[in-house]
């Protein structure tokens, strides 16, 4: 008789740190990741709210409905080699629909969205931004000058390394 309750996705796995299971990264909190690479939207070809509803039924597939499980967003502005490379200004309508709907359709999941690295001369865009959200949401949202602040407040050990890791193998040329 050949069962198949015996997965090796068992929840076990979900809960594991960043260390142990290095396919579901962890911040130091236990929430996991989403990283976010919005220098990769091409706005030429769809509205940034096209790539937010994008994430969110990502989120959607991911997520058991039978859980709690939180989510931190871990949202890189930083540009990468062949990726459109978007201004960053012009991705703040990105950061600002994905935040907001996520907060609006999973309120209780979304436990933060770090931006990093925000140029500190960018940080006073994220000032007029925030206010363009629903408080709870903006209150959720973290914003970071540097890669270390991120990795030394937020992330589980060797994360950070995984991360870029990710984010470098997806340079084109």
Same mark, same amino acid.
């Given at each position: 008789?050949n069962?198949?309750?015996?997965?090796?996705?068992?929840?076990?796995?979900?809960?594991?740190?960043?260390?142990? =299971? #290095? %396919?579901?990264?962890?911040?130091k909190?236990?929430? +996991?990741?989403?990283?976010i /690479?919005?220098? @990769?939207?091409?706005?030429?070809?769809?509205?940034?709210?096209?790539y937010s509803?994008?994430?969110?039924?990502?989120?959607?597939?991911?997520?058991?409905?039978?859980?709690?499980?939180?989510?931190t967003?871990?949202?890189?502005?930083?540009?990468?080699?062949g990726?459109? =490379? #978007? %201004?960053?200004?012009?991705?703040f309508p990105?950061i +600002?629909?994905?935040?907001? /709907?996520?907060? @609006?359709?999973y309120?209780?999941r979304?436990?933060?969205m770090?931006?990093?690295?925000?140029?500190?001369?960018?940080?006073?865009?994220?000032?007029?931004a925030?206010?363009c959200l629903?408080p709870?949401?903006?209150?959720?949202?973290?914003?970071?000058?540097?890669?270390?602040?991120?990795?030394?407040?937020?992330l589980?050990?060797?994360?950070?390394?995984?991360?870029?890791?990710r984010? @470098?193998?997806?340079?084109?040329?």
């Amino acid at each position: 008789n050949n069962n198949n309750n015996n997965n090796s996705n068992n929840d076990d796995d979900d809960i594991s740190p960043a260390t142990d =299971n #290095p %396919t579901k990264p962890r911040c130091k909190d236990g929430t +996991r990741i989403l990283h976010i /690479l919005p220098a @990769r939207l091409d706005l030429s070809l769809a509205a940034a709210p096209t790539y937010s509803l994008a994430a969110a039924l990502y989120l959607d597939a991911l997520l058991r409905r039978t859980d709690a499980e939180r989510l931190t967003l871990v949202c890189d502005v930083r540009g990468g080699r062949g990726w459109a =490379n #978007p %201004t960053p200004m012009s991705t703040f309508p990105f950061i +600002r629909s994905t935040s907001s /709907l996520l907060g @609006r359709h999973y309120p209780e999941r979304l436990e933060r969205m770090i931006l990093f690295p925000m140029p500190k001369a960018a940080m006073w865009v994220w000032g007029a931004a925030q206010k363009c959200l629903d408080p709870n949401t903006a209150s959720k949202v973290v914003v970071c000058s540097e890669v270390a602040e991120v990795e030394e407040g937020f992330l589980e050990n060797g994360v950070m390394g995984l991360l870029e890791g990710r984010r @470098r193998s997806f340079f084109v040329g």
